[in-house]
């Protein structure tokens, strides 16, 4: 097969490790029809961590937002990313779990990238997907690549067979730190495909090190056919390659590809005009990062350790905390750095540099993890001599007192609004946490920014009439002509 496919990102992942997760509903409906039109697989379209940046920054409602963009794109499957839990730090109890998957294929969505941050395929791996299938939606799992003496050939080859068992559509090798390498693209790529029973398998990677493309065009070599790309300014930086570079490169390997490059145009433009008026991040490709391989620490998370070291006076402090969060990564076995683990490991350095002792103080996530909360296989790594520091503590034995509660959803009413609240509200409510910031959502006076086809002339003639030394301005476009004379 010489024919290549694209999952765009650019709703998604684009925008969360570019903009902070800071694309509006409104930035997205202008372009939503002619995204349709391109020729995508599918498109990521939102995730958990969106919807608490919607409701608590940008004034948006999720549930509006995948309601309004489903509306507009109908050909082109949209894809909701997840772990199998519905809050980033707890796990979720099985029937919210099950009624979230009815909720988002209700409104719209049709596909799930679904992701187990240990590759463990027994933890709430089987259920999610159960629930998923019988609420209508496809699943498409992944295999989450780290580094460490862990995470060989023979580690993969294995979550490989484990995953081909899933009653799954698809599989994809999603690489969150960008630490793929071209040679390790060659041994691993074939080793998946060798294991996965033909199953299609999918490559999603950063450009975190600058070596993602480098490793979509290795791998498109050896058999993948579907990459997750991103559309300028939104690709490139710690987002994913940009669409019009992996489509063009792959024409010189002898590749067509399903998407309308042209189409995409005006949709970068659009992205473009936004980015410039708004001053946020274009995406540029990175330098080549040899560090990020020895802390493994996503962008984002690395962004947010600053915030708060800057606010303590510290970041003085921050290269001490990356050597630490590399020892403490080791202490609990090598886990993946992909939300929560990520955020549970760099906590747990933070404070073991600002109290000047290890595990002096130990965070309830670790505590957690180390009890198996999140699985047994997460667990089952952790250096004996840490293990027993963390669960000899008085709040280890309160913690292991308190196990993940499946509660039932008439005990989810009776603590998040009652009986009349709908479906939908209760889910929200149930994330967020706090009914007072879904209403702030929901009743902002905050004026919002509309963007249109029409916002780039807009602004052009506004700012054309500020001039002072202009009589007249007129603007022609085809068969638009517009002329206005200043009145004295």
């Known amino acids: 097969m010489n024919q290549i496919n694209f999952v765009d990102t650019t709703f998604r992942d684009g925008h969360a490790s570019l903009w902070a997760e800071g694309m509006t509903t409104d930035m997205m409906l202008p372009v939503a029809e002619q995204m349709d039109r391109v020729g995508f697989k599918s498109m990521e379209l939102t995730a958990l961590s969106h919807f608490k940046k919607c409701v608590r920054e940008l004034y948006d409602d999720p ?62 791996v089987p259920e999610t997907i159960e629930f998923a299938k019988n609420a209508g939606l496809k699943v498409t799992m992944a295999l989450v690549y780290s580094l460490s003496p862990k995470h060989t050939d023979e580690y993969y080859a294995q979550k490989a067979r484990d995953v081909a068992e899933l009653n799954i559509d698809a599989i994809y090798l999603k690489d969150p730190g960008g630490l793929l390498t071209p040679e390790r693209t060659r041994t691993l790529i074939p080793i998946l495909l060798e294991n996965i029973k033909g199953i299609p398998l999918e ?54 590809s399903t998407i309308d490059e042209g189409a995409i145009k005006c949709i970068s433009d659009h992205f473009r005009f936004i980015a410039k008026r708004e001053n946020l991040p274009i995406g540029t490709p990175l330098e080549y990062d040899y560090y990020q391989y020895i802390h493994q620490v996503p962008g984002g998370v690395i962004s947010n350790l600053r915030h708060q070291l800057s606010t303590l006076k510290a970041e003085n402090r921050l290269e001490e905390v990356f050597e630490e969060i590399v ?26 540099v600002m109290l000047k002792e290890r595990y002096k103080e130990v965070t309830d996530e670790i505590i957690q993890y180390t009890l198996g909360y999140w699985g047994k296989e997460a667990s089952s790594s952790i250096d004996t001599n840490i293990m027993d520091k963390i669960i000899s503590r008085t709040r280890a034995r309160e913690l292991s007192a308190m196990p993940p509660s499946e509660i039932t959803i008439a005990e989810v009413r009776k603590n998040f609004g009652g ?69 004295l």
């Open 203 to 256: 490559l999603h990677s950063h450009c975190t090190t600058g070596l993602a493309p480098l490793c979509y065009l290795e791998a498109l070599k050896l058999g993948v056919s579907t990459f997750h790309t991103a559309i300028p300014p939104l690709a490139n930086g710690s987002s994913q390659p940009s669409i019009f570079n992996i489509a063009g490169n792959a024409r010189y390997f002898g590749y067509t």
């Open 327 to 352: 020892r403490v990564r080791k202490d609990l076995g090598y886990p993946i750095m992909v939300t929560p683990f990520s955020q549970f490991v760099v906590s747990q350095a933070f404070i073991n």
């Open 419 to 487: 009986e009349n609240i709908s479906d939908d509200d209760l889910l929200l409510l149930y994330i967020i946490g706090e009914e007072d910031d879904i209403k702030k959502m929901r009743t902002a006076s905050l004026e919002k920014k509309n963007y249109t086809a029409k916002t780039p002339v807009m602004v052009l003639i506004e700012e054309l009439a500020k001039q002072k030394d202009a009589n007249y301005i007129n603007v022609q476009k085809e068969d638009f002509s517009l002329t206005l004379k200043k009145i």
């Open 63 to 124: 549930w509006e937002r995948i309601r309004l963009i489903s509306q507009k794109i109908t050909n082109t499957p949209l894809n909701l990313m997840m772990h199998c839990s519905i809050t980033a730090f707890d796990v979720t109890p099985l029937p919210i779990l099950k009624l979230w998957l009815e909720r988002i294929a209700a409104n719209g969505i049709k596909c799930i990238q679904l992701m187990e941050p240990s590759n463990d395929m027994s933890f709430r």
